[in-house]
Each structure stands twice: as C-alpha cells, then as structure tokens.
C-alpha cells in the first residue's frame, strides 16, 4: 500500500497546501463571507485525506499522528465549550453568550472587518478543529481496522 | 404548559420503564418513546426543526436497535393477539393519516415566509437584531454560533461520536492485539 502513481503524487503534492490554505480561509472568514467552522474543517480534512489516498496511510500517519489528531480533536471540544462557560461566567445569565461582543466592542463599530463579532470568529476556530481532526480519525478509522476486527499490517 | 408537563412525565415514566425492564426489545421499544416524546416536547417548545432532526435520528436508532436485540431475544405472537396487533395497528395509521392531512392544511401556502403570518417568529429577531447583537456580517453564522450555539455544540458532539462508532463497530478483538502486538 505505497500509494497511486507518480502523476496522482505529483498533482496532490502542489495540490494539498492550496487546499489547506483555503480551508483556514473559510473558517478564518467565516462570520464575513459564507462558510465557517464546519466547511472549513471539511476542507481541510479533506487535504488529508488526499494524501492519505495518494501517498497511502503512513504516510498521512506521519504527517498528523493518531495521538496527535485525538488532542486537537479534544482542544477544539473543549474551546468551543470553554467559550460557552466564558459566557455564562462573565456576567450574562446564559450560555454562549457573546460577551467579547457585548463587552468589548460598541454596536455595529466594526462590520465587515477582520476582527468583529466577538466570540463568533474563535468558535470557529474551534469547530474547525474539531471537524478536521473528526473526519481524518474517521478516515484513519476505517481505513486501520478491518472489519473482522483485526488490524491491517504496516507495511 | 400542562401539555408539556404531561410529555414530560410520560418521557420520565417509559425511561424508568426502559431502565428497569428485563427484556431487551421492551427496554429498545421504550427508549423509542421516550425519542418520540422528546421530539413531541420540542414541537410544543416551538422548535420544529429540532423536532423534525429528533424524529429522523430516532427512527433510524430505533430500527438499527431492534434489528440488533430481535436476534437476541425473540417473541412469538399467535392467535388472538396477532388479530389485536393488527387491529391496534390499522388505528394508529388511520389517526396519523388524519393528522398529516390536518398538518398539511395549516401549511402557508408554497413560497410564503413564516415570518409573514406569525409575527413573533424567531427568524424575525433573527434578521432585525442580528446584526446589532452579535456584530457578525454573515447572518448564518450569527444565528449557528451565537443564537443557536447550543444546537451547534450538540452537532459536534455527533462527530465524536461517529468516531466512537466506527471504532467500536470495526474493532472486535483488536484491543488485544494492540496490547499484544506479536501473536
């Protein structure tokens, strides 16, 4: 299982930062053009997954390890719910309250720029994260275990 | 109010029910109505679209769940018990086809806005204060992550948890073998 040819390779090689690039554009924009954390996250899995699908498992394995995929997995989780407690614990009364927003930003001083929107632009960071790191151990997942429950040799 | 809180009960009751019972098809039967009750609650609690989710999920949970136990533990019906079943069965289908057809006639009509008949509709919030509240330009996001955040952390928990189902399907005995490596 060392991958596809060299032409798939090649192509996917120059092809996986630009893919990159674009998912963490999507979600870095996400609360000023449409997109945000999930599509975002898919995007970037995506990159992934392609070269795990050219270069083959190990290979992928190597560049964002199991142990590795599983704790950003965890800090995006845990993120997104620390900016919901943020909320509750500054002074709102409920949870995910945008308190960035109500707190340290007048109304409707900066639309349209960078940084707005208060805790809109971390939470999704944070699903990115999550999404990303969910579907490359997904992929991992299925493509590790066989299903009569045995695990597929490195080779 | 008191709709709700007899749902309420009636959830409460056949979790009970499903925690107790010592048959498996009866406890995967229960825990379906307490789906159907939880999707009732969020229709009274004006969420339709939470309901309609719940709906989906639990009836897909609720077959796989039975397809799962009916090898396990299986009972038989005979006699006048089969003809009871079918007759409980025929009643239940007429009631939902006269309540679908009585839903349908409430529907607006095709292309009309919600917000345009119900004037205190939360979209209508949704689009006057979106923007003064949360500062986002993107009314979407402003309504996954800000109004309705707590829907969007329930939907990443689903991704977790499909990690977990993966992992629990595909690996029968290969905890073993990842302790023990060398057979």
């Known amino acids: 299982m060392n991958g596809m040819t060299v032409i798939v390779k090649t192509v996917s090689s120059w092809v996986k930062l630009l893919i990159f690039l674009f998912g963490i554009y999507i979600i870095i924009f996400g609360h ?102 969910s579907l490359f151990l997904v992929t991992l997942v299925l493509s590790t275990f066989r299903l009569d429950g045995t695990v597929k040799e490195k080779e | 109010m008191v709709t709700i809180y007899i749902l309420l009960l009636f959830v409460i009751i056949a979790s009970i029910i499903a925690v107790e019972t010592r048959k498996l098809l009866s406890a995967v039967i229960c825990i379906g109505a307490v789906g159907f009750g ?35 533990d299986v009972t038989f019906i005979s006699g006048d018990r089969e003809f ?62 800000d109004f309705r955040a707590y829907d969007t952390l329930g939907e990443a928990t689903v991704l977790f948890t499909s990690i977990i189902g993966a992992m629990v399907i595909l690996r029968k005995k290969s905890r073993k073998l990842l302790e023990e490596p060398q057979e």
């Open chain 1, 32 to 133: 000023l053009t449409p997109g945000g954390g999930f599509a975002g996250g898919v995007i970037l899995a995506s990159s992934y997954i392609l070269l795990m699908l050219a270069f083959g498992r190990n290979f992928a394995e190597e560049n964002l390890s199991f142990g590795w995929a599983s704790k950003l997995d965890c800090v995006g989780a845990l993120m997104f719910a620390a900016l919901a407690l943020c909320g509750l614990f500054y002074g709102g009364a409920y949870f995910f309250w945008n308190f960035i927003q109500q707190r340290y930003m007048s109304e409707g001083d900066n639309v349209l720029k960078l940084v707005s929107a208060g805790t809109i632009p971390l939470a999704n960071i944070a699903i990115g994260l999550k999404v990303m790191t």
């Open chain 2, 38 to 72: 939880g999707s009732l609650l969020f229709l009274f609690l004006r969420a339709p679209d939470i309901a309609i989710t719940q709906i989906v999920v639990e009836v897909l949970g609720l077959i796989i769940l039975i397809r799962a136990t009916i090898s396990r």
């Open chain 2, 84 to 145: 009871f079943g079918m007759v409980v069965s025929i009643v239940i289908l007429l009631v939902i086809t006269v309540a679908g057809i009585r839903v349908l006639g409430t529907l607006p009509a095709f292309g009309t806005p919600i917000i345009s008949q119900v004037s205190d509709a939360a979209s209508n919030t949704y689009i006057k204060e979106g923007l003064a509240k949360t500062g986002a330009a993107n009314i979407v996001s402003s309504v996954i992550l």
